[in-house]
């Protein structure tokens, strides 16, 4: 990260934008992020649902933790960057951004089915197939931008490769290979808290 951190302030050019145009190196990393993790949560569920593996369930929960997590941070720096870019916080016209915090809401709602069942194999089982059901949604607000007729969003990538210059690609990489990380720790941190504490409680049951 702190290599990224470097490459974006004192390597890649500036475009006709100015500095503002920087938060596109957090903005696009961290919405790929989040659907990485939206994706890693619908396989672990598909994993419980196929193969019956207990520890899926609390993996796809942390996974789509996180994805809720980094999704909040997308439409927060989305929202900056377009107050710069467009003069508008919100533009409700533009496709990629309805479609996207349509996905960041249904994820929301996740928890709201999860914790209004208690613990057990109908919560799990339900958790997965809702799951399941979101990985749907995420090849759509990618390719939402495709089917807009406006193209307000900018489109970093066409059939053609990359619309940016050779070292704002590379920093681009290397942000989203950061970003990545951090979303891996953050993975692996809160699901070791998470397995520590069914630990701990099954330690009180079994000791009352």
Not at 86 to 104: I, K
Not at 122 to 151: D, H, K, M
Not at 194 to 203: G, Q, S
């Amino acid at each position: 990260m702190a290599a990224a951190i470097a490459l974006i302030f004192f390597y890649a050019p500036l475009d006709e934008d100015g500095l503002n145009q920087k938060i596109f190196y957090f903005h696009v990393p961290i919405a790929f992020t989040a659907y990485a993790c939206f994706g890693w949560g619908g396989w672990k569920a598909l994993r419980h649902l196929w193969k019956r593996d207990e520890d899926a369930d609390l993996e796809s929960y942390v996974a789509i933790h996180l994805g809720v997590i980094f999704g909040l941070l997308t439409l927060v720096t989305g929202s900056i960057w377009a107050r710069y870019r467009w003069g508008h916080w919100w533009v409700w016209s533009e496709d990629q951004l309805v479609l996207f915090l349509v996905l960041f809401l249904f994820y929301c709602a996740y928890f709201m089915l999860r914790f209004s069942l208690p613990p057990g194999p109908q919560r799990a089982n339900l958790s997965a197939v809702y799951a399941l059901f979101g990985v749907a949604l995420i090849p759509v607000s990618i390719l939402a931008i495709r089917l807009s007729q406006r193209f307000i969003h900018p489109i970093a990538f066409d059939k053609g490769g990359p619309n940016m210059a050779g070292s704002q690609f590379f920093t681009f990489c290397v942000a989203v290979l950061a970003m990545f990380a951090v979303a891996a720790t953050l993975y692996h941190l809160e699901l070791a808290g998470k397995r520590l504490d069914v630990r701990l409680r099954e330690l009180r049951e079994a000791l009352q």
